[in-house]
């Protein structure tokens, strides 16, 4: 075969493998429903059921769909998988359903679940199945944990703690197999925060009258030994509704073994122990440190314990189901890098071990002891034996592959990163970080920035953090540094430049309105500067906006910010007026306001992120990380939350459930079959043909051409 044949199959080899890994972008197909009743407008967002949890319970290698409902019942749902050619809804299948009613007294107030979750409280054990525990937190403050077949296993009530007549504002709950005790079995942590709400908010049903004697009865009977929780406006006491408490109990028992409430690591002259009171004269600044109660006992600045920090990040809270908890390894920096603030230099993985670690004498005593039953062999092995033996974590979502042990919980809250201790509740570290935006490492310097945008028309005025500034309508800005030190970029978000400048001055018509940005992971590296990577922003027009910011790593060329891409897709909503917009009387209507979403998905689980997901609230649209739309999805509902990325099939492929009020949709995802076998025997077929080109070039060297002519 001569080489021009070959050289040009293979570039239609090259031609057809390049058409076969860019085939139609992502399809889903409509897979499963479930549709409860449902509930109406609500006053507060507090009244809203828990998102739904995709999950094996009994490890089957199956996943199961626990919902909530709004009659205060807990629902295990087995997902329909869709047939090749089935492109319809089908209803899921009820597994099992418990009430979260008392047995004898069928009281539903204060039994309405607002949280839920569920995980293993078991260790792994080679071959041998493990089932997940379920626990519930309702209205009224009762924690609830269910066994897989949905068996109660115990119930505890820590009303006490908390004012009456008072909303849950924010709540989280992990559920994971490290024990506090000798002898339990593992953990179940509860936090959660209050916030008091008018009386003219409240959502008052058609049982209205039963409602108020029970809450009168209720607050009679606690009247005489909780009288400082209750009259929470006239004494001005506001700390104890807004503080965040946690509780920790034994997974088995339900017993308490720690709790962080307001008071809790507070000073004595906080609490009202005269005698511990400091001097004023003394000295000023430290009585005044004291007397602000700034920090709990034993708390540090966040600065200790940068990397571990940044590795908590990227941080975002705007409504309560973003409000989360997560297990972490917290440690403290080398204090001759403390001093370092920079952050001209990327500092690394956060949870990598540095150096040499010598532990205490207790372990190297042991180290010692084992090397010498071993033929003196010791070091990191030995190391390694002793640390397995008092430790088997499991994998709880570290983002590195260092093993660590976990010994922090990093709470997400509306107002910053919290990091208590997962063994005695005691305080690390708080970052106090305003709400609605994105706080993260956008260009990997080792410094926290600080990303926000604003709408347009009667939407929220945005002030940048570390400025006094509104900012302008339809614009972001990303700032660098606590306090802030510089900008990174700023820019608009419209599509139309014009559309911003006219839409500060309108007077009527729809409230152009912002999803909160999101990171947009880095793809390729070049020499000296890494690109790609950035912030995603969406606008109620369906304009998605990237932007990026290359950190070189030559002193004399610093940052350089750009705007990565702009296209506007359909993925458009509205916000709707609400009775109280509308001067109609009653409650505001606050169900039916459509979420966005704005996500960047795995499409393999486990995989790289590898697309972009925008939604409103008729249509999704993928969009791969260069900005070019693949695919795309039609929402049968209005979407109430943002959708939820999860593989309910077990094919390996991350699937959708849309949430809309109380009734819930799955989309599977769907991949032609044999494409991935076709696309490997391809490459192979392209890699035989240019190592046939290579030996042909080899073995038969180019010729001489002559160059003297003929003689005449």
Sequence with gaps: MRKRDLAVLLLAAFAVFYSVQHEGGLHFKQAWYIVGDEPGPFAHESEKVPLPLVTDLNGDGRNEIVVATHDAKIQVYKPRVAGHDDDSFFPARLLAEVSLLPEHVRIQKGRRAV???????????????RKQAIVVVTAGWHILCYDSNLRLIWDQNVQEHFPHGAHIKEIAIVVSNYSMRAGDLGSVIVGGSMEVVPEEEWNIDNNEEEDVEKLEEAHSQAGNDKEELEDLTDRGIGGLERHFSYYAFDGRSGKLRWHHNSTDFRRAALRGDPSSALVPQHNYKLDAN????????????????RWSVLGSLPHSWDHRPDTKFELAHFRKMPKGLQKKHGGAKKIGDPHKRIGKELGNAVTRTLEKVVGAAKGGSTGAKVRNEIRDSFYRPTHVGNKSGHWWAPNTIVAHLSDGIEAIHLYTGRPICRMNLPSGGLHADVNDDGVIDHVQVAGGHGGEVVFPTGMDEALKPCWAIATTGMPVREQLFNGSVCADRQFASRFAFRTEGSTLTVARPVLLPRNKVKKHRTVGGGVLFLTSRGDVTAFAVENTHMQHQGRHAKKLWQIRTEATWQVRATNEDSGDDGVADHFFQPVPTIHVMASRVGGPQDVIVVAGENAAVFITPFGATFGGLYLPSLPTEELQFADFNNDGLTDIILVSGQSYYGFQQRRSPGMSLFSAALGVLI??????????????????????????
Excluded: T
């Design 290 to 305: 004291a007397l602000l109660g700034s920090r709990h006992i034993g708390e540090h600045d966040c600065r200790d314990y």
């Design 687 to 712: 890699l035989i043909m240019i190592g046939v080109l290579i030996v042909q070039h080899i073995s038969h060297p180019k010729k001489p051409r002559s160059s003297g002519r003929a003689d005449s």
């Design 115 to 129: 949280a839920m979750a569920a995980g293993y409280l078991q260790r792994k054990v080679p071959k041998m199945p």
